[in-house]
């Protein structure tokens, strides 16, 4: 009866302890910080944009298109130098060749076309380090993460073990190897439950506004230069077409992002593009995902601007 009693203790004791340490590993609450150092140093370009009209006449004149894709019009005409960039095509077309004028023409042409890869490489170095700091942060949640499956896990077995050792002890005793069987199972049962649904969040509240400014599609942003943002809002292409702002939406609704209609998008819009709050892994990889959608349509814009170039001085 004692040797009963010692292991009837053990048993009890090992198990409280288990729930406790099961209880205490299975929601973890990180507090992390934003990325605000990744935020740009305001290299951007904040000129006069054409109104979308005047980008439309450019791509059917005649002269710019003889010499330039109209990825390229669009580009020299949301950045301001479009006029030039017609002039210096004037010039080689009547076949003035290294005169004052046109090597002038060139130097501020160039200049401009800079300016372009500033203003875009600038940007798209933002995002990716939003990208990289959201790869920081998950990792860490994955580790938590990790570590609750592991830790339930290795309950889990330890259960299994003292309930044998137990149940061996009544072997005799049909009842009390029957309720030995049965806090067993439950218990293993509670913490393969546990290991499989562990709840890691984070308390992450953006300072950053990129996404938001272009979920509510502003008129204005300090988060864009103004030619960037005119490239990105308007449809070059008819009311029918979509824009890249458009086409990113789109893309974010119909991969889930934003949850399903209703509530659920209410709060994750709430969650993405307003006060933030309380993220899973999962919220913070379809964030990383969004960001990592923008910087690769800025780094199309950078390769449009490398075209540029390269028809400039063919």
């Not at 390229?72 to 005169?99: E, M, P, Q």
């Not at 933002?126 to 994955?142: H, P, S, W």
Request: proline share 2%.
């Amino acid at each position: 009866m004692n040797i009963f009693r010692r292991i009837l203790l053990i048993t009890s004791i090992s198990s409280i302890t288990l729930l406790k340490c099961s209880f205490f590993k299975s929601d973890i609450r990180m507090k992390l910080q934003g990325a605000a150092y990744c935020l740009s140093t305001n290299i951007l370009y904040n000129g006069q944009t054409p109104t979308l009209s005047e980008v439309k006449n450019n791509l059917e004149d005649p002269i710019l298109k003889s010499r330039y894709s109209s990825k390229s019009i669009r580009l020299a005409s949301a950045y301001g130098f479009i006029n030039d960039l017609k002039l210096h095509a004037i010039l080689k077309k009547n076949n003035k060749v290294n005169t004052p004028e046109i090597l002038d023409l060139e130097v501020k042409i160039l200049s401009n076309i800079n300016n372009i890869t500033v203003d875009l490489t600038s940007m798209a170095s933002e995002f990716n380090c939003y990208v990289d700091r959201f790869t920081e942060i998950l990792k860490m949640m994955i580790e938590k993460h990790k570590d609750i499956e592991t830790s339930n896990s290795i309950y889990g077995i330890m259960v299994g073990a003292i309930a044998a050792l137990t149940e061996g002890y009544y072997i005799n005793s049909n009842l009390y190897s029957q309720r030995v069987v049965i806090t067993g199972g439950v218990l293993g049962t509670y913490f393969a439950y546990k290991a499989f649904t562990p709840n890691v969040t984070v308390e992450f509240k953006p300072r950053s506004t990129n996404l938001k400014d272009l979920w509510y599609n502003v008129e204005k942003t300090n988060n864009y230069s103004t030619a960037l943002w005119f490239l990105l809002t308007q449809k070059f292409n008819g009311e029918e077409s979509l824009s890249y702002r458009d086409f990113l939406v789109k893309r974010w609704i119909d991969a889930k992002f934003l949850g399903e209609e209703g509530e659920d998008r209410e709060r994750h819009i709430d969650l993405f593009f307003g006060n933030g709050g309380e993220s899973t892994i999962k919220n913070l990889t379809d964030r990383r995902e969004m960001i990592h959608q923008i910087e690769t349509i800025i780094s199309l814009h950078e390769q449009d601007a490398r075209a540029l170039i390269v028809e400039f001085i063919k």
